[in-house]
Nanobody, 124 residues
């Protein structure tokens, strides 16, 4: 079984910072891409940032220059440093891991996984 557990959400004033962390656990051999998505009330889930296992990153335009994604391949963790937060950043943030190669029920399988989400609220 593979699980993603997020931490670091909370309430912050506009202009403030938060650091979100996500740890993948289980009998994992490798993870291709890890990332963060968010979903605001009444809106669809959207990509925030991704990072592949070579360190290549991708950001949605609205967070470029403010958010930084990083990962530790040895620990299967991914972090999102969020600076200059704005009220429109308010959402539930979800950790995502794509093409995770792991032992599941004694077999090697490749799947995608989501965390349970962590709330980020930015007050004006």
């Amino acid at each position: 079984q593979v699980q993603l557990v997020e931490s670091g959400g909370g309430l912050v004033q506009a202009g403030g910072s938060l650091r979100l962390s996500c740890a993948a656990s289980g009998r994992i051999f490798k993870i291709d891409t890890m990332g963060w998505y968010r979903q605001a009330p009444g809106k669809q889930r959207e990509l925030v940032a991704t990072i592949d296992n070579t360190g290549r990153t991708d950001y949605t335009d609205s967070v470029k220059g403010r958010f930084t994604i990083s990962r530790d391949n040895g620990k299967n963790t991914v972090d999102l440093q969020c600076n200059g937060l704005k009220p429109e950043d308010t959402a539930v943030y979800f950790c995502n891991a794509q093409r995770v190669v792991a032992i599941i029920s004694s077999e090697i399988r490749t799947n995608d996984y989501w965390g349970q989400g962590t709330q980020v609220t930015v007050s004006s």
